[in-house]
């Protein structure tokens, strides 16, 4: 290729097209992306949820917290034992910060990219309602309540009467709901498509369908980028490889990180009548109707490494959980499954920013869930350090260091 950049951004998804974006608005940076789309990237397992609460809390997945809860409270029923105590899959204060600021820069993000490149992303403002059908649910929902006192403003609480009144095809089994009123949604694959095109409208050079097989060092330091195309020489190599990006990162610095493919299952309905007013959460799945009338249900949260086949067991169980919460969706036909996979971390943080001992290289990966929602403050910060400014956050809990993780075992979702 011989062609020389500033920075080239080694992964196409949600982080590395935001990356490719924010540090393309003041164009005068000569700014690369190259992606190839492998199976299972994870924006294919994703539902676009801008849920920085439910995340945050662990909602958003709802199968990931109740897994291991359900399996000790039907051994306690059997052995006529005391239910275990309920606790909520908390994330620390600072990730609340990443995720809820990333959040609120959504509107503007919308409108900015409709205004100033004509594409949309279909934001939508629908919040995120735990559906709740026992006093399990809501012992549950009170522990995640009490967690967060300062975000009280942004939770509404639901009665049985309430929650059929905005939701009409509720199931009548349900007592009320958790209702986080900040989180949103929006169309992932526009969302990406939308920062990769006014990338592109501001200069910086696409390499799609272009495979990385390997990284340029001259001493301590990235000068390029290796791909089945030819090298791509730069001065700033950023590692947004998703489930991928241990290989990147071995390959430029000689040692791995530990982000780590997790699997998620996904069924699509037909296009439907709108049947929901906002996304839903439940202890069995989380549902949310798209703009064009599609019923998405997801997700399952599964170490199997690489592999995206679909499994009947586990869809069977995101169809079952669907329509206990929703039963109109008994009658629905599944237009099609898939899986995507999410890159995981030990500690489900985030891995961003340069690491010891290597300069030209920069971390932009490992955001598990919420890649979408952690886009576009993912990329505010990586323009930040690209250019030696002060960020906008604390940088530092999301540092690599190995001490991070001493001590941390892969969470485990079978």
Request: net charge negative; with cysteine; aromatic share 8%.
């Amino acid at each position: 290729m011989n062609k020389n950049y500033d920075v080239v951004i080694t992964g196409g998804g949600a982080v590395g097209a935001a990356c490719a974006y924010f540090l393309s608005r003041e164009k005068d940076l000569k700014v690369a992306l190259v992606d190839f789309k492998k199976p299972g990237n994870a924006s294919r397992a994703s539902a676009g949820g801008l849920w920085a609460i439910g995340e945050s809390v662990g909602l958003g997945c709802g199968v990931i917290f109740f897994k291991t809860l359900s399996k000790q409270m039907n051994e306690a029923k059997e052995n006529g034992g005391e239910l275990p105590p309920l606790r909520p899959h908390q994330l620390p204060d600072f990730f609340f910060d990443f995720a809820l600021t990333s959040n609120n820069m959504f509107p503007s993000l919308h409108e900015e990219l409709r205004e100033k490149h004509n594409i949309d992303f279909k934001f939508e403002e629908t919040g995120l309602k735990f559906v709740m059908y026992d006093e399990h649910d809501r012992a549950y929902a009170d522990q995640i309540a009490s967690g967060i006192p300062h975000l009280s403003d942004q939770v509404k609480w639901l009665n049985a009467d309430e929650l059929r009144e905005e939701e009409p095809y509720v199931t009548p089994e349900a007592i009320g709901a958790m209702n986080f009123t900040c989180d949103h949604q929006v169309s992932p694959f526009l969302l990406i498509d939308s920062y990769t095109e006014a990338a592109r409208q501001n200069g910086v050079d696409l390499y799609l369908n272009t495979m990385v097989t390997g990284v340029e060092t001259q001493g301590n330091r990235v000068v390029g980028v290796r791909t089945d195309k030819g090298t791509i020489s730069c001065n700033t190599m950023i590692n947004a490889g998703g489930a991928w990006a241990s290989q990147l990162c071995e390959w430029a610095t000689g040692h791995t990180i530990p982000v780590y493919p997790v699997k998620g299952q996904i069924v699509l309905s037909e296009k439907l009548p709108k049947i929901m007013r906002g996304c839903i959460s439940t202890s069995d799945c989380y549902i949310a109707q798209k703009d064009n009338g599609e019923v998405l249900i997801g997700s399952t949260t599964e170490e199997k490494g690489y592999d995206t086949t679909n499994t009947l067991p586990e869809l069977k169980g995101l169809a079952q959980g669907a329509s206990k919460c929703l039963p109109i969706l008994k009658e629905m036909n599944i237009k099609r499954t898939w899986a995507g996979l999410r890159p995981g971390t030990r500690d489900e943080i985030p891995i961003l920013g340069p690491m010891d001992g290597i300069e030209g290289y920069i971390n932009a990966c490992g955001h598990f869930r919420t890649g979408i929602l952690c886009s576009a403050i993912t990329g505010t910060l990586i323009n930040e350090i690209v250019r030696g400014k002060e960020t906008t956050l604390d940088l530092k809990p999301f540092l690599y260091d190995p001490k991070r993780f001493e001590d941390l075992e892969p969470p485990f979702y079978g």
